[in-house]
């Protein structure tokens, strides 16, 4: 079992930075590959972005240049850097983990981007 706890939601205004962090406990392998996702109300959960075992990432194009992931393998925890936020990136932010079995979920963060 894993169990991801996400953190460092909250208010920004439009243009400002936020870093959200998850932390993984339980049979976690602590360089696995893992990701972040979003869901805005009334959308599909929407890929972000992915850190794989080694640090390669990949992103989603609207967040590319803007957001950057980085992990701690000491700590077990993913970051997510937002920058240069907008309001259309106003949403709740999944951490999952990827195992060949499935995917783990956090619980979410609202990220809410407004003046």
């Known amino acids: 079992q894993v169990h991801l706890v996400e953190s460092g939601g909250g208010l920004v205004q439009p243009g400002g930075s936020l870093r959200l962090s998850c932390e993984a406990s339980g049979s976690i392998f602590s360089a696995a590959a893992m990701g972040w996702y979003r869901q805005a109300p009334g959308n599909g959960r929407e890929f972000v972005g992915a850190?794989?075992?080694?640090?390669?990432?990949n992103y989603a194009d609207s967040v590319k240049g803007r957001f950057t992931i980085s992990r701690d393998n000491a700590k077990n925890t993913v970051y997510l850097q937002m920058n240069s936020l907008k309001p259309d990136d106003t949403a709740v932010y999944y951490c999952a983990y990827y195992t060949n079995s499935g995917t783990y979920w956090g619980q979410g963060t609202q990220v809410t981007v407004s003046s």
């Open positions: 850190i794989i075992d080694g640090g390669g990432t």
